[in-house]
C-alpha cells in the first residue's frame, strides 16, 4: 500500500480535521486482505480489530468487475477461513454451536424456505468497521383470543351441547328483538365473558440498521468506497428478466469478527435481505471533494432483515 493519502488531493484548506473524525488520524498500514472490499484500509490491523464481514449471495456475478485478493487459509474461525469456505473452500461448516467458525450461517441450521431453493451463490465480500452497536430486538408476537373453558368427560360434551342448543335459541330471539343481545344483557346487568386466553401468534422477523462514515484517507480507500456503496446497491436491486417479471435480489450474510476471529459474544445472524440502502455525499457543513471529484466524506445506511422467524434450535446454535 503507497503512504500517500488523499490530503494532496483535497481542494479545501483546513480539512484534516476530517481525517481524524473517524480514523483517529491514523495511516493507512500495509498488508494483504482476504476479501474484495474493505474500509478502512488498515482493517485488521492493530488500529482496526473489530469488524463486519458482509457476503453478497447473488445468482449472478455483478457487470462490474471485482478482483479477490489472495487468501491464506487461517485457524478455525479466521478470516481467511471464512471467506475460503463461503466461496466453496474448505472452510469448518461445524454443527456445535457458537464456537465453530467458517461456514456459511445457512449451512449451521437447516432450513425449510421455500426461497433457499434459489440457486444463489457468493459473489463479492465486503469488510467494513465495527459500528458503535449493534441493536437486536426479538419480538415475540402473542393475540388475546376468545376460548371455551367446560368440563371434561362426557357430562362436558353435553353440557357443551346443551349450550350451543341453548345458544342458538337465544340466537335467534335476539335477532327478532329490537335491541338483540346487547338489549338483554343490559337488562339483566350481565356482560358476555369472552374467556379470553394469550395465544403464541408468531415471531417477528429481525432487522438491523448499520451506519457507517466513509473518509477516505488514500486513492485506494476512495475506490474502495465506491466499489462498496455499488455493491451493496446492485444486490439489493432486482434484475429485470422480461416485461412482466423480476428476478429477486440477492441476499447477505453478516459476521462479526474481534482480533482475526469471529467474536463468539455476539449472536449470529440467519440469511438477510436488504430493504434500503441510503447514502449521502457530503455533511452538514459545506460539501468537499477532491481533485478528481471524489467526495471527501460518505455516508451510508444498510437496513437488512432475517428471511425466516427465529425459533430455539436457531438460539440453541448462536443466533
Request: charged fraction near 20%.
Amino acid at each position: 500500500m503507497p503512504n500517500n493519502t488523499n490530503k494532496g488531493r483535497l481542494r479545501n484548506d483546513n480539512i484534516d480535521t476530517i481525517f481524524q473524525k473517524l480514523e483517529g488520524g491514523n495511516k493507512p498500514s500495509s498488508g494483504a486482505g482476504q476479501f474484495h472490499w474493505k474500509y478502512p484500509y488498515e482493517l485488521t490491523s492493530a488500529e482496526s480489530q473489530h469488524f463486519i464481514l458482509f457476503t453478497c449471495y447473488a445468482q449472478g456475478p455483478a457487470s462490474f468487475e471485482t478482483s479477490l485478493i489472495k487468501q491464506t487459509k487461517g485457524r478455525g474461525g479466521s478470516i481467511a477461513d471464512t471467506v475460503s469456505s463461503a466461496f466453496g473452500g474448505g472452510g469448518a461448516a461445524g454443527f456445535g454451536g457458537i464456537n465453530n467458525g467458517g461456514g456459511s450461517n445457512e449451512q449451521i441450521v437447516s432450513s425449510s424456505r421455500v426461497g433457499a431453493e434459489r440457486d444463489l451463490q457468493p459473489q463479492e465480500t465486503i469488510a467494513l468497521y465495527m459500528t458503535p452497536q449493534v441493536a437486536y430486538q426479538q419480538k415475540v408476537e402473542w393475540e388475546m383470543s376468545e376460548t371455551f373453558r367446560g368440563g371434561g368427560g362426557v357430562g362436558g360434551w353435553f353440557s357443551k351441547l346443551y349450550d350451543w342448543g341453548a345458544g342458538i335459541g337465544q340466537w335467534g330471539l335476539d335477532k327478532l328483538s329490537a335491541g338483540g343481545e346487547n338489549n338483554r344483557l343490559a337488562s339483566n346487568g350481565e356482560a358476555k365473558n369472552p374467556n379470553k386466553e394469550a395465544l403464541f401468534k408468531e415471531m417477528s422477523e429481525r432487522s438491523f440498521t448499520f451506519d457507517f462514515t466513509f473518509v477516505p484517507k488514500s486513492q485506494e480507500e476512495t475506490e474502495a468506497v465506491h466499489m462498496i456503496i455499488r455493491i451493496f446497491r446492485y444486490h439489493a436491486s432486482p434484475k429485470l428478466q422480461s416485461r412482466r417479471y423480476f428476478d429477486s435480489p440477492g441476499e447477505f450474510e453478516l459476521k462479526f469478527f474481534s482480533g482475526g476471529k469471529e467474536n463468539p459474544y455476539m449472536p449470529k445472524l440467519r440469511r438477510l435481505v436488504c430493504t434500503s440502502v441510503d447514502y449521502k455525499y457530503g455533511n452538514d457543513g459545506a460539501f468537499k471533494a477532491f481533485e478528481d471529484g471524489a467526495p471527501a466524506e460518505v455516508t451510508m445506511s444498510l437496513t437488512l432483515q432475517e428471511v425466516e422467524q427465529l425459533h430455539k434450535e436457531h438460539v440453541q446454535h448462536g443466533f
